[in-house]
């Protein structure tokens, strides 16, 4: 949006504020200003000159010699414009003035012609694009004085950018409230003498029947109309901000769009035919339209458009058609003033390739209630310029029109947010300068009357925000924050979940997150019945796709998509690990319970990218599975409460997609803790993995119930250890975790620890037999141990694990 200063003090007086204190102003108002600029600078030494006389060069059949008074002498110049005449008064530039564009002005021979300076084009001295002759002006002014002072050309341009939530801004009439509002001025609107619009006119008609695209259609008619260029005072302002000065008619259409913020159109009023003015879509049959351009467009069935008796007239809010303008034999003017949809202006202008200042203004919206106070400016200046003689009547259709909004605005509210004490009175000053309507309602506060110019303003925080913009962001008193330091709420799950993670990753595993949102087919494959709890998922409404249908009720399937898609990209060795939700439906039409769990796989080489030399062929088994599961109860220092952990090994009878004879469950009581195990190869088929994968689940929920034991320090033990293995043949479905219970068991004094390093069947092994190596440590905290009573114990342990569980020596072991 651009304006000039002196347009500006036609409704606020600017003379006690600068123009580069007002641009500040304005910025800090919301109005972000992007240039200040003087005007018509460079022309001071431009003066007022009359031609006196004017002769043919001698040399030059296109040149004229001229006599012309400066007001101080009579000079000879040679001047080649076409409208060059005796008694003109024009713009002279003498020798030593360098003009606009950079040329300086010397004394110079034109054809054998002594030429003392030239007579100037408003092109050559920036006022307008008009190259067609010298400047042609009033011949009452006085010569010999500056152009400057003879035509008022003291002014600056400021050029604001608007945020779209303004358009009320787009006008020198919102900019103008603007700077009343923080200068505590009145605005002083042009006065109209023209009578007002009546309703009704048996010159022609309207009629809308797109309300909802036009809520507002106003129309006059003015007869006796003489066209012709505009005076210069309004010229100059619709040069000062870059529109092209068409002629009186079409030049007050523009400045008052600028204005008032409101586009105008003039039809020829014997052009509309039928005196009739319809506001519709185009028919099916009506497909072209002729635009002021000379352009034929192709129309849309969703345009909307102005219609007279026979046919289109104008593309609504975007513009007029060639078939009614206004041209220099036009003698009665009708004059429209509305209001059209935002959204449906901004689809035809894009359509149709047509940006103007009219449907900028109609793309941001404008406000309804302002078409009949431009039409009636319009039509005062229509009056003092053209000499129109106005006709009663007129129509003002408004189906759309609205009631204002009211907001309550609480002035202790107001308070809180700025952080500065306002009084009731003070805030309904603020407010009605930028004319808000505003009553007092005692203990309700106060009452605030939204005007229709400010759609923008819909809540109590939007007042607010008004009320900070008039104060000055700069005004508000700065003061540091009081804040209550509460102790923060102890979340026992989150500090849990990071001891799990710091844990896995402590042994090598990686953290997988993968989307909480699955494909329904992870739990086909993973072979749950149809009772499973897990098999009740809860669907979404709007899934995004079918992969992402439901939300999982298990995190191992989207683990084992991981390890598909890795080993796929030629990186076998896996070792992942996932913390998160799963969400479990007890209840159909109920809310899901959501419960933190802990999924972990391994899979490839033990220690992947380790050098061959010393862990060649080594492969990621049951035991490294296991080895997480303990480390986290250790770390935890996780104990039972009624009875110790034990594991189980009847995992195999509960979950279908765990290898048979591969899984444990670590239990406390009843409740199932955690369970590790070798996935199914029917399982991992599906998913399209074709080595062995170990995985853990673990209820975080039930972890973070258990009791914690305290940390219990020992010394370092003075006395050595003592080291005893055992390897025995066991029948294959005796599980390997019995032989370790069963070493505890004993509660031997002096066994410190039992460990399980080996699990082996097959060749040389016989059928139906599998080999199990356990290491047992013995140590005394009174003295060094000999051989001869380690081997007591040890012995009579291998006796024990025989008898009970069937077993004898491995040949080479005893």
Not at 103 to 119: F, P, W
Not at 373 to 384: K, S, T, W
Not at 774 to 793: A, F, G, H, Q
């Amino acid at each position: 949006m651009k304006f000039t200063l002196s347009w500006l003090s036609t409704f606020v007086s600017v003379d006690d504020i600068s123009p580069e204190a007002l641009a500040e102003k304005l910025t800090m108002l919301g109005l972000e200003v992007d240039a200040v600029t003087p005007l018509y600078q460079g022309l001071d030494r431009i003066v007022t000159a009359k031609v006196v006389s004017v002769a043919k060069h001698p040399n030059a059949d296109r040149l004229s010699l001229c006599q012309v008074d400066t007001g101080e002498e009579i000079v000879g110049i040679v001047c080649g414009a076409p409208n060059v005449r005796e008694g003109l008064v024009t713009a002279l530039a003498r020798p030593g003035t360098r003009l606009p564009d950079g040329m300086k002005i010397k004394k110079a021979k034109v054809r054998g012609e002594q030429s003392l300076g030239m007579l100037c084009s408003a092109r050559e001295l920036g006022l307008s694009d008009d190259h067609s002759g010298i400047m042609e002006l009033d011949e009452s002014l006085a010569i010999g004085i500056p152009l400057t002072r003879a035509l008022d050309l003291v002014d600056t341009m400021i050029e604001v950018d608007l945020t779209p939530n303004r358009p009320d801004c787009a006008s020198v009439l919102g900019i103008a409230r603007e700077v009343a509002g923080f200068t505590g001025q009145h605005l002083r609107m042009p006065v109209s003498e023209v009578p007002l619009l009546d309703s009704g006119s048996t010159d022609f008609s309207v009629t809308i029947e797109e309300p909802d695209l036009c809520p507002r259609y106003t129309a006059r008619k003015l007869t006796n109309v003489t066209i012709g260029p505009s005076p210069w005072w309004l010229q100059r302002q619709l040069l000062a901000v870059g529109m092209r000065p068409i002629n009186n008619i079409v030049d007050i259409t523009n400045f008052v769009m600028l204005e008032y913020g409101q586009p105008l159109h003039a039809f020829d009023f014997h052009k509309i035919r039928d005196g009739k003015i319809i506001v519709r879509r185009p028919g099916e049959q009506e497909t072209e339209f002729e635009t002021l351009d000379g352009t034929c467009r192709t129309l849309q069935p969703d345009m909307l458009m102005i219609f007279d008796g026979k046919g289109p007239v104008a593309v609504a809010g975007v513009m007029g058609g060639l078939h009614s303008e206004v041209t220099d034999n036009t003698t009665d003017v009708l004059l429209e003033s509305a209001c059209f949809n935002p959204i449906s202006i901004r689809r035809t202008a894009r359509r149709l390739n047509l940006p103007s200042e009219a449907s900028y203004r109609f793309e941001r919206g404008v406000d309804p209630d302002i078409a009949l106070a431009a039409m009636e400016r319009a039509v005062q200046l229509m009056v003092d310029i053209a000499g129109a003689v106005v006709c009663e009547g007129g129509v003002d259709e408004y189906p759309g029109r609205k009631e204002l909004r009211t907001i309550d605005l609480r002035p202790t509210r107001v308070c809180s947010l700025l952080g500065m004490e306002l009084s009731a009175g003070e805030i309904a000053d603020y407010l009605q300068a930028i004319e808000f309507g505003v009553t007092d309602d005692g203990e309700q506060g106060l009452r605030v009357v939204v005007p229709s110019f400010r759609p923008d303003v819909e809540r109590e925080i939007d007042l607010v925000e008004e009320i900070a913009r008039l104060v000055g962001y700069n005004e508000i008193p700065t003061a540091m924050p009081l804040i209550r330091m509460d102790y923060p709420v102890r979340d026992e799950l989150r500090e849990l979940r990071k001891e799990v993670s710091t844990v896995c990753t402590g042994q090598g595993f990686y953290e997988a997150i993968n989307y909480s949102f699955v494909d329904e087919k992870h739990l086909d494959r993973m072979g749950l019945a149809d009772d499973d709890i897990r098999r009740r998922v809860t669907r979404l409404l709007n899934p995004l796709s079918e992969e992402q249908a439901v939300m999982r009720s298990m995190l191992l399937p989207g683990l084992l998509e991981n390890v598909a898609r890795n080993i796929n990209y030629q990186q076998p060795d896996l070792r992942l690990f996932e913390i998160g939700k799963i969400f479990l439906q007890h209840e159909a039409g109920k809310q899901p319970e959501e419960r933190y769990q802990l999924c972990a796989v391994c899979t490839g080489a033990r220690y992947p990218g380790a050098s061959p030399v010393y862990f060649s062929g080594q492969q990621a088994d049951f035991f490294d599975i296991k080895g997480l599961l303990t480390g986290i109860v250790e770390s935890l220092r996780l104990s039972g409460r009624d009875k110790p952990f034990e594991f189980v090994s009847d995992i195999d009878k509960q979950q279908p997609y765990v290898a048979p004879g591969s899984g444990l469950s670590l239990v406390e009581g009843e409740k199932e803790i955690a369970r590790i195990g070798r996935v199914k190869a029917e399982v991992l088929r599906a998913v399209g993995i074709k080595q062995p994968v170990y995985f853990l689940e673990c209820d975080l929920q039930l972890v973070n119930l258990l009791p914690r034991s305290q940390k219990q320090f020992m010394p370092i033990p003075k006395y050595p250890m003592v080291k005893r293995d055992i390897a025995l043949l066991v029948p294959e479905q005796v599980p390997a975790g019995e032989l370790l219970k069963a070493v505890k068991g004993q509660r031997a004094e002096l066994v410190e620890s039992v460990d399980i390093f080996d699990v082996y069947s097959g060749k040389p092994i016989e059928s139906g037999m599998k080999s199990v190596a356990l290491s047992v440590t013995y140590r005394s905290p009174k003295k060094t141990l000999d051989d001869v009573t380690v081997d007591n114990i040890h012995e009579k342990i291998v006796q024990y694990l025989m008898t009970e569980f069937g077993g004898r020596y491995r040949e080479g072991m005893k």
